[in-house]
């Protein structure tokens, strides 16, 4: 969605474009769509520009099932995300969505309104992938830090602990549903 460039500098556009093609590499996405909107400021970008850069990425994949940021994550771009996101999830618009799921993000749902918390109702074994995971996530070497930060390597295996727990397997990602749809 974003530029990647912080106002406090953690990461300028082209280290944070290395990671994302880093990343989609090692994942062999088939394609990446970067909005190079600016960080911290979606809030600011008028809805029409972020409904038609999601709307078109959504157009272009025909994806069966979108991801969205937790709702109420403490940032501001995620709630932007999220409800752009969800409005680009219509049936009747976007026919290949058939589900939706909002994920946790560290740092950030960690930090959701108490009124509004995360609860994970969908929950995906990883006990095979998580090591891989935390090895592509060390690619983010500016999102990544020392324990006992949020995207520390400790507190993302505890949280895959804690969600695998949940689901009766070793690790696990959560996820709240959105949408569900079946047709028969």
């Not at 804690?162 to 990602?173: F, P, Q, R, S, T």
């Amino acid at each position: 969605m974003t530029d990647g460039q912080h106002a406090t500098g953690e990461a300028s556009d082209e280290r944070r474009e290395h990671e994302i093609e880093a990343v989609a590499g090692r994942y062999d996405f088939k394609s990446i769509r970067r909005l190079k909107m600016p960080v911290s400021a979606l809030h600011r970008v008028p809805e029409t520009e972020l409904y038609e850069g999601i709307a078109g990425a959504i157009r272009e994949a025909e994806p069966s099932e979108v991801l969205l940021p937790f709702r109420s994550d403490a940032h501001s771009d995620h709630h932007a995300v999220n409800a752009i996101g969800w409005s680009c999830s219509k049936s009747f618009r976007f026919p290949t969505v058939r589900r939706v799921l909002m994920y946790d993000t560290p740092s950030e749902t960690d930090f959701s309104h108490p009124g509004d918390p995360f609860v994970p109702g969908v929950l995906v074994d990883v006990t095979g992938y998580l090591d891989r995971k935390i090895e592509i996530m060390g690619i983010y070497e500016s999102e990544l830090r020392a324990h006992p930060f949020p995207r520390s390597e400790e507190a993302l295996r505890a949280r895959a602990t804690l969600y695998g727990a949940m689901a009766g397997c070793v690790a696990a990602e959560g996820f709240m549903l959105m949408r569900d749809i079946d047709r028969l």
